[in-house]
């Protein structure tokens, strides 16, 4: 997805994207509250770039790429940069979530049951 490798070589990318300059810069996360996260952290860093910068970067990946998907050619400044990151954090927040519980609820853990009783009954594996 266009989208996914737009986000890593913004965020990413070990020459120069923006969590390396961060950390060039001497920033290390440190929650700010109880319900910070790194994703609230970066979202909150990226409001603070250069409007320019926000625009250079996008050309830059359209001349390397040849376009931008739509939700990111919608992006003008870095507060509209900031809100889109944030959100693609809720949702694969969202979606690993849902992909946890999906593992627990099929869990691979080896039933113990009598097999006589099991075609009888046709009783179901209990936790």
Not at 11 to 24: D, P, R, T
Not at 56 to 82: C, M, N, R, W
Request: proline letters at 2%; charged letters at 35%; glycine letters at 6%.
């Amino acid at each position: 997805m266009l989208e996914d490798f737009f986000e890593v070589s913004l965020m990413l990318n070990m020459e120069g994207g923006f969590v390396k300059s961060m950390q060039e810069a001497g920033f290390v996360y440190v929650p700010r509250e109880k319900d910070d996260n790194i994703s609230k952290f970066l979202g909150d860093a990226l409001k603070y770039l250069d409007d320019g910068l926000v625009k250079e970067y996008k050309d830059a990946f359209v001349s390397q790429f040849g376009k931008l998907p739509e939700s990111i050619s919608k992006i003008k400044t870095a507060e509209d940069l900031s809100a889109w990151y944030i959100n693609r954090g809720r949702f694969a927040g969202k979606t690993l979530w849902d992909r946890k519980e999906a593992a627990r609820i099929l869990d691979k853990k080896t039933c113990r049951f009598n097999c006589r009783r099991y075609a009888r009954y046709s009783t179901y594996c209990k936790r």
